[in-house]
C-alpha cells in the first residue's frame, strides 16, 4: 500500500464555520505533512510531524491547527478562515527524516473554498 | 534569489521530441533532488529523485544533476501528450530537519 489518503476530497465552509482535514498512511511512515497550494503556484510547507511530534510550523496563521493522533494520522482542524485560505491542501508522508531518504507521497488533496 | 528556480514556461514540443526540463537551487547543502508531475487539479506525483551528481534514467525518463553548478534536469524522451502537465523541481535542504522546497514548475505541453 502505497497510498496516502485524504478525506474529504472537497469542502466548502464558511467563514465561521470549524471543519477538518484527515490525512492517513499505511506505509509506516514517520514524517507527515501539510501543504497548501493556491492555482497555479508550487505547494508550500505549512506543518511537518515527526514521530508524530510537530517539528515544523512555518509561521501559519493560528486559525490552522494540525493533530497528529498517532503514526498514521494527520488532521489539520479549521476555524475561523477566510476566502483567500481557499486553495488545495496536500498531505504527504515520508519514511522518515533520514537523510537520504526523503522521498514524499502525496495524497490526492482537499480542495477547500472559503465562502 | 528564489531557493529553487525554473524555466518559467509554458514549454512546447512535438509528440517524440525530448522535452528538456531545467531547475537551479541556491543552497549548496542540498542533498537530494526530485522531480514531480502534476496534472491540473490534482496532486504531484514523483517520478524521478536523484542523489548523487551525474545521470540517472527510468525509462523515458533521464535526471541530471550537476552540484557545482547547482544545476538540475530532467529530460523526457518521445514526449507523448499524456506528459502534458507541469513539472515542480524539488530540493531537500537538509538542516535541523527534513524540508522540501518546490521550484514555480514548468508547464508542458506535447503537440499530437
Known amino acids: 500500500d502505497t497510498e496516502v489518503t485524504q478525506t474529504p476530497k472537497h469542502l466548502v465552509m464558511g467563514m465561521t464555520n470549524k471543519k477538518s482535514l484527515k490525512c492517513e498512511q499505511h506505509?509506516?511512515?514517520?514524517?507527515m505533512y501539510w501543504y497548501k497550494q493556491k492555482a497555479k503556484k508550487p505547494p508550500e510547507l505549512m506543518f511537518v510531524y515527526s514521530y508524530e511530534k510537530l517539528s515544523i510550523n512555518e509561521s501559519v496563521p493560528s486559525r490552522f491547527s494540525p493533530e497528529c493522533p498517532n503514526s498514521s494520522l494527520l488532521n489539520l482542524h479549521l476555524h475561523a478562515l477566510q476566502p483567500e485560505d481557499s486553495a488545495l491542501y496536500l498531505c504527504?508522508?515520508?519514511?522518515?527524516?533520514?537523510?537520504?531518504?526523503?522521498?514524499?507521497?502525496f495524497g490526492q488533496g482537499t480542495r477547500l473554498t472559503v465562502v | 534569489q528564489k531557493e529553487v528556480e525554473q524555466n518559467s514556461g509554458p514549454l512546447s514540443v512535438p509528440e517524440g521530441a525530448i522535452a528538456s526540463l531545467n531547475c537551479t537551487y541556491s543552497d549548496r547543502g542540498s542533498q537530494s533532488f526530485f522531480w514531480y508531475r502534476q496534472y491540473s487539479g490534482k496532486s504531484p506525483e514523483l517520478i524521478m529523485f536523484?542523489?548523487?551528481?551525474g545521470d540517472k534514467e527510468d525509462g523515458r525518463f533521464t535526471a541530471q544533476l550537476n552540484k557545482a553548478s547547482q544545476y538540475v534536469s530532467l529530460l523526457i524522451r518521445d514526449s507523448q501528450p499524456s506528459d502534458s502537465a507541469t513539472y515542480l523541481c524539488?530540493?531537500?535542504?537538509?538542516?535541523?530537519?527534513?524540508?522540501?522546497?518546490f521550484g514555480p514548475g514548468t508547464s508542458l505541453s506535447v503537440i499530437p
Open positions: 524539488a530540493v531537500n535542504r537538509w538542516t535541523s530537519y527534513d524540508k522540501v522546497i
Open positions: 536523484i542523489y548523487s551528481n
Open positions: 506505509m509506516g511512515h514517520r514524517a
Open positions: 504527504a508522508s515520508s519514511q522518515d527524516r533520514a537523510r537520504m531518504n526523503t522521498e514524499a507521497f
